[in-house]
């Protein structure tokens, strides 16, 4: 097949990729309105952001999980809002380490699955506001993120553990309504109280995880839900109205796909779950800063920068998102050795930043040698394993290279093929775990063109 490109004729394994061939098996469908790709422009330029998982699980220090994983009876669970005293929370400081770190965006956990609410909710007694805290920390926190100049975002569980009509929701129907009326109601306060909002990350909604996979009463009796379908009973969130009403009173809110309402991006969870090149769909790779849990472990392991670093350049070269999670303190202070590790990612981007932000992922697929992201007529590469004097060897671009560096460093000498382009290195440090390069194309690349990596990218 020949392509025109940019005034090129193109015999090359260059891809236009199609949406039908990216799609993929989330429940939530994406929302098709004109506004869409608008809304979520900032976003994917904005490319790292930092998740905040911090409420009353914080004391026990096993992680966000606690209440369930120990199975611990609702009522004495709720005592720990008693021993909340985050004397130390300071929403300014956190805004600070995130943008320390290069993170332009935020999202705070306004409710995780425990039921425990970090903001106001009068008809709730599981507050912040009433707990010994007294304070309403979604306020402070999304006065503090909008001043330091990054994108506010709260995370939301419709999820309550507290409610058996989660777990039952055919049988304990009124129950289970009970939870759908204080999720719309917490989804208007939010939406109402606290200025605007860039980002509501649903977690533990939709039919995907309701009823936790347990009985079904279907034919032939109670059955187990098999494995990843998502429950078909009678019970409905009403995710359209509740997320519709969101968007009605916040237009340029951006919504993940964890409920059943249509959604700007997905989310994917875990390093391991970087998967797949997707530039038709936006989407975010959530993960941790530690090894372990969302929430604080006194004891969890910080995980190498160069983990990050990949990571990072991963998702970006797959062109999405990265979401990086630290977990605070009961006290309300971030743990010094994440914030350490969050400081030092800050001073990669602030040498590697261009390379990141504001780029698109491609023209090559992510391969054995690293990853590649553009911007107009610059392509930079990342390579994960580079070595001194070692050669690179792609798939030609169709364009003509007109020169090629490590970033803020020496020249990379370039041998353009018909059929591949090799790239020499210079002398790079033994320990890189990203070496950048820089590469100037003499026209802008397009942005849905991709090019295979194949076997040739060696990254020796
Ligand atoms: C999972 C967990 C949760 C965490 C979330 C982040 O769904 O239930 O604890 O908040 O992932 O993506």
């Not at 050669?391 to 059929?419: D, F, H, M, W, Y």
């Not at 100037?440 to 063109?449: G, K």
Request: charged letters at 20%; aromatic letters at 12%.
């Amino acid at each position: 097949m020949r392509l025109r490109f940019a005034g090129v004729r193109l015999c090359l394994p260059v891809v236009l990729l199609a949406a039908a061939m990216v799609a993929s098996a989330q429940w939530a469908p994406n929302v098709t309105d004109d506004k869409a790709e608008q809304r979520v422009a900032w976003w994917r330029e904005a490319r790292f952001g930092m998740f905040l998982h911090w409420g009353v699980y914080a004391l026990p220090g096993r992680g966000e999980w606690v209440q369930w994983d120990e199975q611990i009876p609702v009522g004495e669970y709720a005592k720990l809002a008693d021993q909340f005293h985050p004397d130390k929370f300071d929403a300014d400081a956190w805004a600070a380490l995130a943008k320390a770190g290069g993170m332009k965006y935020m999202v705070l956990t306004a409710r995780h699955h425990d039921g425990f609410a970090l903001f106001d909710d009068p008809q709730s007694s599981f507050t912040a506001v009433k707990s010994a805290a007294h304070r309403d920390i979604v306020a402070e926190y999304v006065k503090a993120v909008r001043k330091a100049g990054l994108g506010v975002g709260l995370y939301y569980s419709p999820l309550d553990w507290r409610y058996p009509g989660f777990f039952f929701p055919g049988i304990y129907r009124e129950n289970a309504e009970e939870l759908r009326v204080q999720y719309d109601r917490q989804i208007a306060e939010l939406g109402t109280h606290y200025g605007q909002l860039d980002i509501l990350w649903f977690d533990g909604g939709g039919n995907e995880w309701l009823g936790f996979g347990g009985l079904e009463n279907g034919e032939g009796g109670w059955h187990r839900r098999a494995k990843d379908k998502p429950y078909s009973g009678k019970f409905d969130w009403q995710d359209a109205k509740t997320v519709g009403h969101l968007r009605e009173l916040q237009p340029g809110i951006l919504v993940n796909d964890r409920t059943n309402a249509p959604a700007d991006f997905r989310s994917r969870e875990g390093d391991g779950a970087l998967g797949g090149f997707e530039n038709q769909q936006p989407w975010e790779l959530c993960t941790t800063i530690t090894e372990g849990a969302w929430g604080y472990q006194p004891k969890a392991k910080v995980k190498p920068l160069s983990q990050i670093i990949q990571l990072l350049a991963g998702a970006a070269g797959r062109d999405g998102n990265l979401l990086l999670n630290v977990g605070p303190q009961p006290d309300g202070q971030i743990p010094p050795e994440q914030a350490a590790r969050v400081r030092e990612i800050g001073q990669w981007l602030a040498t590697y930043g261009e390379s990141i932000y504001g780029t698109r992922g491609g023209p090559w697929l992510p391969g054995a040698y690293g990853a590649s992201t553009h911007k107009d007529k610059i392509v930079y590469l990342h390579l994960f394993h580079a070595r001194s004097g070692g050669k690179v060897t792609l798939p030609a671009l169709p364009v003509r290279i007109v020169k090629a560096e490590v970033l803020g460093g020496a020249a990379v000498s370039v041998e353009q093929n018909a059929r591949t382009d090799v790239f020499t290195l210079p002398a790079v440090a033994a320990e890189a775990f990203d070496v950048v390069v820089k590469i100037e194309l003499a026209e802008p690349w397009i942005t849905s063109a991709v090019v295979p990596s194949g076997d040739l990218a060696r990254g020796k």
